[in-house]
């Protein structure tokens, strides 16, 4: 979503602003910009666009002094153009916003009964009237901040300069993350702590309802009651080092390869290759009490969190109810005493998803979070924190934290069914086994990138394409789908493949690709039917499987991709890396921006 970053600094901020900036593309964005406190004056300056906008009119029209704002903006009110782009100022006040004003509509009416012009569409605005109206008044930066803040329903993180005050920023934040910086001589505050890793790795986590004052001299943070509270200074271990793509084109196609290793770290933090068992972290509640589990995610998370279901039921015996984080809370779900709520999300910040979560622990749910990001608001907030290791993750459209919370949960569901006394000691080992296969199996799915790029021209001149799996490999289909959607902009379903005869078949033709992900085992056969079914009615067949899948069924299809033989158990993280080099390849005949996609961003923090 949104980037924020604000420095207080002892010489010229733009440069350093821009850098915080760049390094938050990754959460996509739609315009950028900064404001600087120079000689008594608000300096701002705006481009919609990408970046590189904003650098080139900086580069024209320098943006001086060591103190400022900046921000990348994702529209949610507004249209994505310069007018609408932060920091929103007037003569006295300038403020950058990541999340969304729900009562926006209350507040600019009360501004515009009292005469104030507003020159944006955006929610932001009347945030940033409403503080320069008290300031206006006579009331201290601290004083109008505090007074404004209970007013506000929704999320937001702020950051806040004032003309009259050279020396000083503050922020705030509620439902969307911010993290204060401690420099020598300065002082930072940031979405997250990789926009302030090359300024300082000594970071705090302003706490929900939290205020904060910054100076050079350090930060004074208050709560929602407005009083001075400390909040624990800690070492964030994010890299100074800029992420890079290095030899890759884009950086979705670098972290679809990064997946052998990223894979084998998260699994070598989960399972003992010395005897072959599962070893999670330790935790205060007992696994094999959990009757029921609730996951609830969004998104690519959402469907890991499906192909979950199948090993916790088959496991574990548990039965899994899952639910899209948006509208979990609002079907007032029935959450029996001693549950495990299981919340899965790259960033930990995904602001449903970490709504549903303080629903849960309302309710009385143990809460377990799958994240990327340990020091997340969703890992701080955790009974059971378990943690990816898939390093940082540019790309907007997910790839390796996909797999990575697939490996997390295949690995927590055998240790459950473990603990429940449903599998044996000889069982954890195999599935042990066939676990800390995958990394190979991984390696040996990308050896087929060059094939699947020489047949992507066939699928990019489609305007739609269905995708069919059965069992596990239907959640695949899902996310096969939705990757061809965010980043070629082409139309797709994923459908189990036993309900194409149930309504979809209608759609089929010999203008529609059907990519079916048929892996050898017990659910093969059922699946070639469902495709000679679409083959019969003129649809053009992508058959994804292995050799022996392939030499049974494989004739007289559009194309064909191999994949190695594998079991059943490790199929999924397998099967990822086909639909999501598919898209990848697509998308670059297509021309589009692979990286950043339209209207997509990476860290959604408004619901």
Same mark, same amino acid.
């Given at each position: 979503?949104?980037?924020?970053?604000?420095?207080?600094?002892?010489?010229?901020?733009?440069?350093?602003?821009?850098?915080?900036?760049?390094?938050?593309?990754?959460?996509?964005?739609?315009?950028?910009?900064?404001?600087?406190?120079?000689?008594?004056?608000?300096?701002?300056?705006?481009?919609?666009?990408?970046?590189?906008?904003?650098?080139?009119?900086?580069?024209?029209?320098?943006?001086?002094?060591?103190?400022?704002?900046?921000?990348?903006?994702?529209?949610?009110?507004?249209?994505?153009?310069?007018?609408?782009?932060?920091?929103?100022?007037?003569?006295?006040?300038?403020?950058?916003?990541?999340?969304?004003?729900?009562?926006?509509?209350?507040?600019?009416?009360?501004?515009?009964?009292?005469?104030?012009?507003?020159?944006?569409?955006?929610?932001?605005?009347?945030?940033?009237?409403?503080?320069?109206?008290?300031?206006?008044?006579?009331?201290?930066?601290?004083?109008?901040?505090?007074?404004?803040?209970?007013?506000?329903?929704?999320?937001?993180?702020?950051?806040?300069?004032?003309?009259?005050?050279?020396?000083?920023?503050?922020?705030?934040?509620?439902?969307? #993350?911010? $993290? /204060?910086?401690?420099?020598? %001589?300065?002082?930072?505050?940031? +979405? =997250?702590?990789?926009?302030?890793? *090359?300024?300082?790795?000594?970071?705090?986590?302003?706490?929900?309802?939290?205020?904060?004052?910054?100076?050079?001299?350090?930060?004074?943070?208050?709560?929602?009651?407005?009083?001075?509270?400390?909040?624990?200074?800690?070492?964030?271990?994010?890299?100074?080092?800029?992420?890079?793509?290095?030899?890759?084109?884009?950086?979705?196609?670098?972290?679809?390869?990064?997946? #052998?290793? $990223? /894979?084998?770290?998260?699994? %070598?933090?989960?399972?003992?290759? +010395? =005897?072959?068992?599962?070893?999670? *972290?330790?935790?205060?509640?007992?696994?094999?009490?959990?009757?029921?589990?609730?996951?609830?995610?969004?998104?690519?998370?959402?469907?890991?969190?499906?192909?979950?279901?199948?090993?916790?039921?088959?496991?574990?015996?548990?039965?899994?109810?899952?639910?899209?984080?948006?509208?979990?809370?609002?079907?007032?779900?029935?959450?029996?005493?001693?549950?495990?709520?299981?919340?899965?999300?790259?960033?930990?910040?995904?602001?449903?998803?970490?709504?549903?979560?303080?629903?849960?622990?309302?309710?009385?749910?143990?809460?377990?979070?799958?994240?990327?990001?340990?020091?997340?608001?969703?890992?701080?907030?955790?009974?059971?924190?378990?943690?990816?290791?898939?390093?940082?993750?540019?790309?907007?459209?997910?790839?390796?934290?996909?797999?990575?919370?697939?490996?997390?949960?295949?690995?927590?569901?055998?240790?459950?069914?473990?603990?429940?006394?449903?599998?044996?000691?000889?069982?954890?080992?195999?599935?042990?086994?066939?676990?800390?296969?995958?990394?190979?199996?991984?390696?040996?799915?990308?050896?087929?990138?060059?094939?699947?790029?020489?047949?992507?021209?066939?699928?990019?001149?489609?305007?739609?394409?269905?995708?069919?799996?059965?069992?596990?490999?239907?959640?695949?289909?899902?996310?096969?789908?939705?990757?061809?959607?965010?980043?070629?902009?082409?139309?797709?379903?994923?459908?189990?493949?036993?309900?194409?005869?149930?309504?979809?078949?209608?759609?089929?033709?010999?203008?529609?690709?059907?990519?079916?992900?048929?892996?050898?085992?017990?659910?093969?056969?059922?699946?070639?039917?469902?495709?000679?079914?679409?083959?019969?009615?003129?649809?053009?067949?992508?058959?994804?499987?292995?050799?022996?899948?392939?030499?049974?069924?494989?004739?007289?299809?559009?194309?064909?991709?191999?994949?190695?033989?594998?079991?059943?158990?490790?199929?999924?993280?397998?099967?990822?890396?086909?639909?999501?080099?598919?898209?990848?390849?697509?998308?670059?005949?297509?021309?589009?921006?692979?990286?950043?996609?339209?209207?997509?961003?990476?860290?959604?923090?408004?619901?």
């Amino acid at each position: 979503m949104c980037g924020i970053i604000g420095i207080v600094g002892g010489q010229p901020v733009a440069d350093r602003l821009v850098d915080g900036l760049r390094r938050m593309e990754y959460r996509g964005y739609d315009s950028s910009g900064i404001c600087t406190l120079h000689d008594g004056r608000l300096v701002r300056r705006r481009a919609e666009g990408k970046l590189n906008n904003l650098v080139a009119n900086l580069s024209k029209d320098p943006a001086p002094g060591d103190i400022g704002i900046a921000h990348t903006r994702w529209a949610t009110h507004g249209a994505p153009t310069a007018t609408n782009a932060h920091p929103h100022a007037t003569d006295r006040v300038a403020l950058v916003h990541n999340g969304i004003i729900e009562n926006y509509k209350e507040l600019r009416a009360e501004l515009t009964q009292a005469g104030r012009n507003l020159e944006s569409d955006t929610d932001t605005e009347v945030v940033l009237q409403h503080i320069s109206w008290l300031v206006e008044q006579g009331q201290s930066p601290q004083e109008a901040v505090a007074n404004v803040l209970p007013r506000l329903r929704g999320a937001f993180s702020l950051a806040i300069a004032f003309r009259d005050h050279p020396d000083m920023l503050i922020g705030a934040r509620l439902g969307s #993350p911010l $993290v /204060v910086g401690y420099g020598e %001589g300065e002082t930072y505050i940031g +979405s =997250d702590a990789l926009a302030l890793a *090359p300024l300082t790795q000594q970071i705090s986590y302003l706490e929900e309802g939290d205020w904060v004052v910054i100076t050079r001299e350090g930060a004074t943070i208050h709560d929602s009651e407005n009083n001075e509270v400390e909040r624990e200074i800690r070492f964030s271990g994010a890299s100074a080092t800029a992420v890079e793509k290095g030899n890759y084109r884009h950086f979705m196609q670098k972290e679809i390869f990064e997946q #052998p290793t $990223v /894979v084998a770290q998260t699994l %070598g933090s989960y399972l003992r290759r +010395s =005897d072959n068992s599962v070893a999670l *972290p330790q935790f205060d509640f007992d696994l094999s009490s959990v009757k029921r589990i609730t996951i609830v995610a969004c998104g690519t998370s959402f469907y890991a969190g499906m192909v979950a279901k199948y090993w916790f039921e088959q496991f574990a015996r548990v039965p899994v109810d899952i639910d899209v984080a948006s509208e979990f809370r609002y079907r007032e779900p029935v959450l029996e005493k001693g549950g495990l709520a299981l919340f899965i999300s790259q960033s930990g910040e995904t602001a449903d998803t970490l709504a549903a979560l303080r629903h849960c622990k309302e309710n009385g749910q143990t809460i377990g979070v799958i994240v990327n990001v340990p020091t997340s608001s969703m890992a701080r907030e955790a009974d059971l924190l378990l943690p990816t290791h898939a390093g940082p993750e540019i790309g907007v459209a997910s790839t390796k934290a996909f797999t990575c919370q697939l490996a997390v949960m295949a690995a927590l569901a055998a240790h459950m069914a473990v603990k429940k006394g449903l599998m044996s000691r000889a069982e954890e080992q195999e599935v042990v086994t066939h676990l800390l296969e995958a990394p190979a199996c991984l390696n040996a799915a990308l050896d087929h990138d060059e094939d699947i790029a020489s047949m992507a021209h066939l699928i990019a001149p489609a305007r739609d394409v269905l995708y069919l799996g059965r069992g596990p490999d239907f959640p695949l289909a899902l996310e096969g789908a939705l990757k061809l959607k965010e980043i070629s902009y082409i139309h797709a379903e994923g459908y189990a493949s036993g309900e194409m005869k149930h309504g979809p078949i209608a759609l089929i033709d010999d203008e529609v690709p059907v990519i079916v992900l048929a892996p050898s085992g017990p659910l093969f056969e059922k699946t070639v039917s469902n495709m000679e079914e679409v083959r019969a009615r003129g649809g053009q067949i992508v058959l994804i499987s292995d050799a022996e899948g392939l030499e049974h069924a494989g004739e007289g299809c559009l194309a064909t991709i191999e994949m190695p033989r594998v079991h059943p158990l490790i199929a999924p993280l397998v099967y990822a890396i086909p639909v999501q080099l598919l898209a990848y390849h697509v998308a670059c005949v297509k021309g589009t921006d692979v990286d950043q996609p339209r209207n997509l961003a990476k860290s959604v923090t408004v619901e």
